[in-house]
């Protein structure tokens, strides 16, 4: 019985370590963004999201990141896991903070032509599920929601993360 309660010098049974994980992701879909995530992780079945960042802009002519942008800043989420086979498991997480988005397009139509200018700040939800292959990568869907007094909009993103 006593191979059971074996304490770590951190005090926390073997298997339960906690750890602090960094993690990169690389989301796609017809645009394209990168981020940060700092992860404390209690154990192999839940972890806290406790800052990340996020930069997402346009594959298209104008939609470069000095005229298509939104800026992601995120506290405080929680990520959950299930292993399912070996080091493959799923994962499901939600991350909530501020949005800055900014749209610098061209505009021409038959009553008007020039630039659409639009600047807004939004609270901003980022939902994530998807499968850890290993330790260091995985693939999901991201789900990017955002709601100001002017309305809620939404992405959907396919995300790649590398985690270290």
Sequence with gaps: SNAQIVQTSSGTPEGNKSKWKGQFDFYVQDAWGVGLMARKEFNKYIGWNVIGASFMSGWGKYETPDNVGIVNARLMGVRLSAPIYKKLSIFAEATPG????????????????????????????????????????ALGYNFSFFANKNGNSHIHWGRISLIF
């Design 98 to 137: 501020y949005t800055y988005m900014y749209v610098n397009l061209p505009v021409d139509t038959w009553f008007y032509s020039g630039w659409r200018k639009t600047k807004a700040h939004f609270f901003g939800l980022d939902c994530s599920a998807g499968f850890q292959i290993n330790k260091h990568l």
